[in-house]
């Protein structure tokens, strides 16, 4: 039997699926078409939505997804850092690399968490927090794998965005709504792909099986 599902609240986190999906906003009409809901129902949704911030109306009456979604998105990202670190510290205690969970933030890679070995003499300094587009970079270019119908398996790159850094990344496949890459950076020499790439690949199955 199908669990019991509240249809209210499936259509009001729906309008903001469809709203984020929509950077110029949509008219009040031009969402109740896309959702195929009356508007007098869309009307109510809206309502509720816009007193707890999580929709916004500019001065043409065009909807948008509210800053209150900013404040939910940020109580979000303790709860990743803390399910994925464990496997991050293995990741960077195996192959004595600095390892890191990655998210998209707009057009941006967002580091998010950062682990760093703790037996090398020297290893790459990577700031939690630090951003780079997600166009460079072996975590920014793992994350856009997931938009490819091939499913490469992982990116490597080689100093692009410092030099001398070698970096392999992996997407977190199978998370709705977030859009993710686990990868290690490190200064010594090339990196072995047959040896690293099962590795990480293997972190980041890790790290999706933690989130779900």
Not at 176 to 183: F, I, M, P, Q
């Amino acid at each position: 039997m199908a669990a019991e599902t509240s249809q209210t609240l499936d259509r009001g986190l729906r309008v903001l699926r469809v709203l984020a999906d929509a950077p110029e906003g949509l008219t009040v009409t031009e969402l109740s078409q896309r959702m195929a809901v009356n508007r007098t129902v869309v009307y109510r949704l809206i309502s509720t939505l816009e007193q707890n911030a999580l929709i916004r109306r500019d001065s043409r009456g065009r909807l948008f997804v509210g800053l209150g979604v900013l404040h939910l998105a940020a109580a979000v990202q303790p709860l990743l850092r803390d399910l994925a670190v464990p496997v991050l510290r293995a990741l960077a205690e195996a192959l004595g690399c600095t390892a890191h969970l990655t998210v998209a933030d707009g057009d941006e890679a967002l580091a998010l968490a950062v682990v760093e070995p703790t037996w090398t003499d020297f290893h790459v300094a990577y700031r939690i927090g630090s951003r780079h587009p997600l166009s460079a970079g072996a975590a920014g270019k793992a994350i856009g794998l997931l938009d490819e119908a091939d499913f490469a398996p992982y990116a490597v790159t080689s100093g692009e965005l410092q030099s001398g850094a070698h970096g392999l990344a992996a997407p977190v496949r199978g998370l709705e709504g977030l859009r993710a890459s686990v990868g290690i950076v490190t200064l010594d020499g090339t990196i072995d792909e047959t040896l690293v790439a099962p590795r990480v690949i293997a972190a980041a199955k890790e790290v999706a099986e933690r989130l779900r």
